[in-house]
């Protein structure tokens, strides 16, 4: 028999708890405050509410790209904000071509699906070289290293894209088949809300049902799980790499063209750092290396921004609360990475993994 | 021993440099950089940019010719170089054939012209691919010349191209030191005068051949000199140290009024950077919102010395009493920041530090906090210090105080590094888990670090509010910690010349190149990739740092992973 060992508490964690309640309380007084107010109709918190998931169903794309390299290399792509505004910058031009043309009016599904793919094609592209120069040669580095190596590679991208296509902003051509919105359960939701939503659903089933049910799926998981055990099997430890850059990659440009379908404005060389930072946390909140959990994280993330400023800032008094909308994704991620830094799905990651 | 013509090396490493080449002219670098004449109107930097590439693409198709005739030699550099041309060719092409110039903004007619040496048709061609090829014969023939030559003319290259690169810089000093007439010997306008470029690279060459010569010579001098020349080595080690010391106390009287502005930028990051290296070099905890207690630090500083909602009476502090005041704060910040992350390491530690960062920057821009830190509009007229009725306004001046404050920073790195503090921190660096099984208190250790870390970045934050006397948000954002990140890495991490080193190569630098100011993040990010790949242990790593990171290299140590 083990001799009973005497519950230890330390100090670290009595005031980590305490910060807990102190949290939990602050929250839970603000949603007081806000219910009592009721300063907004059911048909205002619906709007937040569909912004919110659209927005998060394309932080959850680009949270994919996150999680399946940490999955597999366990190191953070720091960059990956970059590989989407490559994507999203680089097809802005395509789109005014089809603009132009008709095209994108004439058919506006053929037009659209060409889109995604010409920007996933671009951002796999970027993310492969990024792959190729950046990262491959420091595998066995400290860790330290590579993260260092992404922050450098983050800058160089911006440079070049502003070097390329200039720093001006650009937007994105209006379809006319999104304009307008449909009544759902009541509330009238745009169309191009659902639109984005339900496609960046699909792509993220598509996505789970490729790593899930295919061989080379099957080979990413058996790296993910361990990288020496799968070499023994057969695996090309190489091409999984490469396919799982290639694959964040176009999810990340798919969320490029998406972002500009739910928000034209704002296409320019500095457009990924925020999306970048906003998924990683998107990725955390589900569990960093989880499939699913990333894909809940981003919806849950694009609807705690969307409702956050109303539901909480306002409740605490805070004026003009929706300045404070990227502050929240921050606070959002230091919570979790305190309370819960497995997220909601994670499995207890071991200290040499966490 | 390879004498057969290896062609698909050739053809790879063309591409690849004419690749590199369509990359500099596509992203604008090398119209804006030919701006800048190097030598005469012959040589400019733009030119260097284009055919660098070429240049060191013959050189590694050549190097993989090692031991081979010398006609083989020169006809791979040529070849390469040719290749190389090709790519630079397809966008001329595509140049004209497709409306590529509302999209890239940079493929210009002026950049068509640079690449064509501003001929038509097939002539334009021609030329490129001749010159590309020149310049790979050119690889070629350096690298066949014998070792004891190759590597005097290489540094005498390297440091006439770097003379010419900066020499605002050298003909500003020239000019302070009163030698107008030797400036006007070797330079017309900023350039170099080709007949002087020539004069100055056989000069060098001769005294890097002499310099080599002699510590050839050195080597095989009888061992009973070693104590003489330890004892000269001393010496000379004594003598530059006044020199230095003399030079810093009077460089803003030498350099003028510009120069001084980039010392005290110089001077702002070794502060950040001291602090920031016992964070991340000494402790291992790699904080990316580093920024944030500099912030405290000027913000302390503005809300103390000027008017504001929470300081109606700013009579009462002037800029002494502020300073101490503003480093407790940061102290007290990087202890508050610090707590909640002690349970996290590496990269979390990183993001969940950026997201503080961000998030005090954010805090501090918005209409919720302005009544106190001023919202959007920031701070202003923060006065000027002021000692002896002497006003600290101006670089020149306040050069001194940031000087004063490396100074200080350095002195009590120094200490903690050789303390017993240092060496906790240093096992926590290498495995937490050990330390603390080494009886290491791991929660009193690292908020130490942070503690430190923060009063000194608050320093350099107080200061900077005095120097600029304004302050905004935006001044306070990402790229203050990635500078400071970047500029201990490249010194090496841990190192305290190291951090020195950094300051001058990452803000120094770019601070005189600032008509490139454009580029400037571009070359800062190709920097850190090269750095890392090539060096990742700095310009001047401490030893442990050195063999931690070689530690591959050893052969006793079996290499787990295969390196593609």
């Known amino acids: ?354 | 021993m390879q004498t057969k013509m290896n062609w698909i090396v050739i053809l790879r490493y063309g591409l690849i440099g004419g690749v590199v080449a369509l990359y500099f002219s596509m992203i604008g670098m090398v119209e804006a950089f030919s701006l800048r004449n190097l030598v005469g109107t012959i040589l400019n930097l733009g030119n260097i940019l284009l055919f660098g590439g070429m240049l060191a693409a013959g050189y590694m198709a050549v190097r993989q010719h090692e031991g081979a005739p010398f006609a083989k030699k020169v006809l791979a550099g040529l070849l390469a170089g040719a290749v190389a041309a090709l790519v630079p060719i397809l966008l001329i092409v595509g140049d004209q054939n497709l409306a590529l110039r509302p999209i890239f903004v940079n493929v210009t007619p002026a950049i068509i012209r640079t690449l064509t040496f501003g001929r038509e048709g097939a002539a334009g061609f021609l030329i490129l691919t001749l010159v590309s090829a020149g310049v790979g014969l050119l690889a070629a023939l350096y690298h066949s010349l014998p070792p004891r030559f190759r590597s005097p003319i290489g540094k005498a290259i390297a440091w006439t191209l770097i003379l010419a690169i900066f020499s605002e810089l050298v003909i500003q000093i020239l000019r302070n030191l009163s030698a107008t007439a030797l400036s006007s010997l070797l330079f017309t306008g900023n350039s170099f005068k080709p007949a002087a470029a020539i004069g100055l690279l056989i000069l060098l060459t001769a005294l890097f051949f002499f310099q080599e010569w002699r510590h050839t010579r050195h080597l095989s001098a009888d061992p009973v000199a070693t104590e003489k020349t330890k004892r000269a080595r001393l010496r000379t080690r004594v003598i530059q140290f006044i020199l230095l010391g003399a030079f810093l106390l009077a460089a803003p009287y030498i350099v003028g009024s510009f120069l001084s502005q980039v010392l005290f930028e110089i001077g702002r990051y070794v502060l950040l950077g001291l602090g920031l290296n016992i964070v991340v070099g000494y402790a291992g905890l790699l904080d990316l919102g580093y920024v944030a207690f500099f912030a405290f630090g000027a913000y302390t500083m503005a809300i103390l010395t000027t008017t504001t909602a929470l300081n109606p009476s700013p009579g009462v502090f002037n800029f002494w009493l502020a300073l101490p005041i503003a480093v407790v704060v940061g102290v007290l910040f990087g202890l508050i920041l610090g707590f909640p992350v002690l349970r996290m390491r590496g990269d979390y530690l990183a993001i969940v530090t950026l997201g503080f960062g961000e998030i005090i920057r954010i805090l501090a821009l918005s209409d919720w906090l302005a009544p106190i830190m001023g919202g959007a509009q920031g701070v202003l007229s923060i006065p000027v210090p002021s000692l002896f009725g002497i006003d600290f306004r101006g670089p020149e001046r306040m050069y001194y105080l940031v000087l004063f404050g490396s100074l200080l920073a350095a002195f009590i790195s120094v200490r903690l590094r050789d303390s017993r503090l240092g060496r906790q921190w240093m096992a926590m660096r290498e495995d937490e888990d050990v330390a603390e099984a080494m009886g290491i208190n791991l929660v009193q250790t690292k908020l130490l670090a942070f503690a430190i870390g923060a009063g000194f970045s608050a320093l350099g934050g107080a200061i900077f509010a005095a120097r600029l006397n304004t302050i905004f948000p935006h001044s306070f954002n990402l790229l203050i910690s990635v500078n400071a990140l970047s500029l201990i890495i490249v010194g090496g991490m841990g190192s305290i010349p190291g951090v020195i080193v950094g300051a001058i190569a990452l803000v120094g630098l770019p601070e005189l190149l600032r008509q490139f100011q454009e580029y400037r993040l571009l070359m800062y990010g190709i920097v850190l990739i090269v750095m890392m790949l090539v060096r990742p242990e700095g310009f001047l790593p401490t030893d442990i740092i050195k063999r931690e990171l070689h530690r591959s290299d050893a052969p006793d140590q079996p290499n787990v992973e295969i390196q593609a």
Not at chain 1, 78 to 98: Q, R
Not at chain 1, 325 to 345: E, M, S, Y
């Open chain 1, 1 to 354: 028999m083990l001799k009973k060992v005497p519950l230890r508490i330390s100090g670290v964690d009595l005031f980590l708890r305490l910060f807990q309640i102190a949290t939990a309380v602050v929250i839970i007084y603000a949603l007081y405050n806000t219910a009592t107010a009721a300063r907004y109709s059911a048909g205002s918190w619906a709007t937040l509410v569909f912004a919110g998931l659209a927005q998060g169903s394309i932080y959850a794309l680009i949270a994919l790209g996150y999680t399946l390299v940490y999955g597999i290399l366990l190191m953070i792509n720091f960059a990956h904000g970059e590989v989407y505004m490559a994507g999203a910058l680089s097809t802005v031009f395509l789109a005014e071509y089809f603009a132009r043309s008709g095209f994108l009016n004439a058919n506006p599904i053929l037009a659209i699906l060409l889109l995604i793919l010409f920007a996933a094609l671009i951002s796999m592209i970027v993310a492969l070289l990024l792959e190729r120069i950046a990262y491959r040669p420091l595998r066995n580095a400290p860790r330290l290293i590579p993260l260092i190596t992404a922050i450098g590679a983050s800058f160089t991208l911006q440079y070049t894209f502003r070097g390329l296509f200039g720093s001006q902003f650009r937007s994105y051509p209006a379809v006319s088949v999104l304009q307008g919105s449909w009544n759902v359960f009541g509330f009238s939701v745009p169309i191009v809300q659902l639109v984005v939503f339900f496609a960046a659903v699909a792509l993220m089933a598509a996505l789970y049902w490729y790593v899930e049910r295919t061989k080379a799926g099957k080979a990413m998981r058996a790296v993910s799980e361990d990288k020496d055990v799968a070499r023994l099997m057969g695996i090309n430890i190489d091409k999984v790499i490469v396919t799982t850059f290639a694959l964040g990659g176009a999810l990340a440009g798919a969320a490029g063209v998406f972002n500009g379908l739910f928000r034209p404005q704002g296409v320019f060389f500095l457009m990924g750092f925020f999306p970048g930072i906003k998924a990683f946390t998107a990725a955390v909140l589900g569990g960093i290396g989880n499939i699913p959990g990333a894909m809940i994280g981003g919806l849950l993330l694009g609807l705690i921004e969307s409702l956050g400023p109303n539901l909480i800032l306002e409740g605490l008094g805070i004026p003009s609360a929706n300045q404070l909308k990227d502050a929240i994704a921050f606070t959002v991620l230091v919570l979790i990475l305190i309370f819960r830094p497995q997220g909601i799905l994670g499995e207890r990651l071991s200290d040499k993994k966490a």
